[in-house]
């Protein structure tokens, strides 16, 4: 149940603290009050309505060369 | 962004060559096939659904544990959800995997069927909003999730509260993982050579949220869910083996944080406190429910909400006490894909998509002899 998806920011309503996001095309509105400042064009993990947390795109393309790094170091 | 990076075959089968040989020496030193186990209900269908659990077996073997909330609510929590549905003022809102989870007399889909309001919501917040169109009936929250979902109902506490509700009443059954994840490490009967820790909780209670088994020294790693995510989990896991120094590895940092989520944990310390609670299969484990704070004790459904004591039965031949805690497999327990199954489930792993039976159901029956031991 702790199922949750990557969704991309298209529109935050500041003062519902919530915004609009894209999941495969599909869009639909979930809450945000549980991040601090949410801009439109990043990438937040949505979990039962509600952004749980803002995807980090520099550590996403580092997570590979840091895997591949550990395995040979671990 | 590209999501998809962790899902590349080729990279895949490069990472599988780097790691199996590691496999094959480590699984040689420690004289048997290493047991790790996957705490998350996701990671358990993903593990699954990619095949690394097939691919893993000659070596590893993968143990799914408590990581499904439904799986793990007591049956007298499940009972009682069912009685507040049975109340006349009543309106319950639930997220869609309790509505099939078999109480001791009934289930929240048949009460519909038999005329109660049984409303599926998406979360906490569309709860509210059937409260608001319906002011002279109490709506019900089931809480039932762990620190991954309990924010959020955490939130919804704070804005019926905004908005001055009188009819909004949440039942809290969230759970904390730490907690059965210690019990399990205590057992001895259990060996468990590592975790792969839940993803999604982790975002909400950071690596740091782990640590403390560090101090018992067990392998463990905060893992992604894509099949390169999977992979490198368990081959960092058993590199770890080889360490005398083991700790709690961050291998999904494009999502958890070292801290976690912040602002979820100290919304969570203003709606909740931490208490005892019963777990299916554990039963009492301390420190590991969120009972509703009393600041907000107006909207416990529990004090609140006044229903006959429902008196709870176990459910006859079901395991899914002891599959919970990895201490079966589904396949021991003879109701398994016989009487039990999805379309007509007896426990409550087979009914939630995320439950061991349910997964085990869908992808691990072909080979069953072969993966269960």
């Given at each position: ?63 590979l060369?840091?895997w591949k ?6 | 962004?590209n999501l998809l990076a962790y899902r590349d075959r080729d990279v895949f089968k490069q990472l599988f060559q780097q790691i199996e ?25 993903a593990?699954?659904k990619s095949g690394v659990?097939d691919l ?169 869910f894509d099949a390169i995510d999977l992979l490198i ?141």
């Amino acid at each position: 149940m702790c199922l949750s998806v990557p969704t991309k920011v298209i529109e935050v309503f500041v003062n519902d603290q919530q915004a609009r996001v894209d999941y495969l095309g599909a869009r639909f509105i979930v809450g945000v009050a549980l991040l601090e400042c949410v801009q439109p064009g990043q990438y937040v993990l949505v979990h039962a309505g509600e952004a749980i947390q803002i995807l980090d795109e520099e550590k996403a393309l580092d997570g590979l060369a840091l895997w591949k790094e550990m395995l040979g170091e671990a | 962004m590209n999501l998809l990076a962790y899902r590349d075959r080729d990279v895949f089968k490069q990472l599988f060559q780097q790691i199996e040989p590691d496999l094959i020496r480590i699984r040689e030193k420690v004289g048997r096939k290493l047991r790790f186990m996957e705490v998350c209900g996701t990671h358990s269908v993903a593990f699954s659904k990619s095949g690394v659990r097939d691919l893993m077996s000659p070596y590893v073997e993968l143990i799914s544990g408590p990581g499904c909330p439904v799986c793990v609510t007591d049956q007298s929590d499940i009972d009682q959800m069912i009685a507040f549905a049975s109340l006349q003022d009543v309106i319950v809102a639930t997220f869609g995997d309790m509505m099939k989870v078999p109480g001791s007399h009934s289930n929240l889909e048949r009460e519909k069927s038999n005329g109660a309001d049984v409303r599926i919501v998406k979360s906490a917040y569309q709860a509210i909003d059937i409260a608001k169109q319906h002011p002279s009936r109490k709506l019900v929250f089931l809480g039932v999730g762990f620190e991954t979902t309990a924010p959020g109902v955490a939130l919804s506490l704070k804005k019926a509260r905004e908005d001055k509700l009188k009819n909004y009443y949440v039942y809290s059954a969230h759970k904390l993982t730490p907690p059965a994840l210690d019990t399990l490490l205590m057992d001895s009967t259990h060996q468990l050579d590592g975790f792969v820790l839940p993803g999604h909780v982790s975002v909400i209670i950071g690596r740091k949220g782990w640590v403390h088994l560090e101090q018992l020294n067990v392998p463990a790693v905060i893992g992604g869910f894509d099949a390169i995510d999977l992979l490198i989990a368990i081959g960092i896991l058993a590199k770890q083996l080889e360490q005398t120094k083991r700790s709690v590895l961050n291998l999904y940092p494009r999502v958890v944080q070292e801290e976690g989520n912040l602002t979820a944990q100290r919304i969570l310390a203003e709606c909740f406190t931490n208490s005892p609670t019963k777990w299916r299969g554990f039963g009492v484990l301390d420190q590991s429910g969120l009972l509703i704070h009393s600041d907000y004790a107006d909207y416990d459904a529990a004090s609140r909400v006044i229903t006959d004591k429902p008196v709870s039965k176990e459910i006859r031949g079901c395991r899914c006490g002891e599959i919970v805690k990895g201490k079966e497999a589904p396949i021991d327990c003879k109701l398994f894909a016989k009487v039990c199954t999805p379309t007509n489930p007896l426990g409550p792993c087979m009914v939630s998509s995320e439950g061991t039976c349910s997964t085990y159901y869908q992808y691990e029956r072909v080979h069953d002899t072969v993966l269960l031991r």
